[in-house]
């Protein structure tokens, strides 16, 4: 794929959700290979939606 995204390094589509799409991405920082969610940008500027998604995001974190 070769698209970059911040110090991500997308390698993969992984698919596509209600959300956006979801990218295997390599964080060029630590090494270490992640799932990215690019989100549809109806939801980008939504306040409420962001702030789910980001909390929803760092408890998945913390599952690895």
Do not use: C, N, P
Request: without cysteine; aromatic residues 10%; glycine residues 10%.
């Amino acid at each position: 794929m070769g698209r970059r995204v911040g110090k991500y390094e997308l390698t993969a589509m992984l698919g596509r959700d209600g959300m956006g799409e979801v990218y295997e991405a390599v964080d060029t920082d630590k090494g270490r290979t992640i799932a990215l969610t690019i989100l549809r940008a109806e939801f980008a500027f939504d306040r409420q939606f962001r702030t789910r998604f980001l909390r929803e995001s760092q408890a998945a974190t913390g599952l690895v």
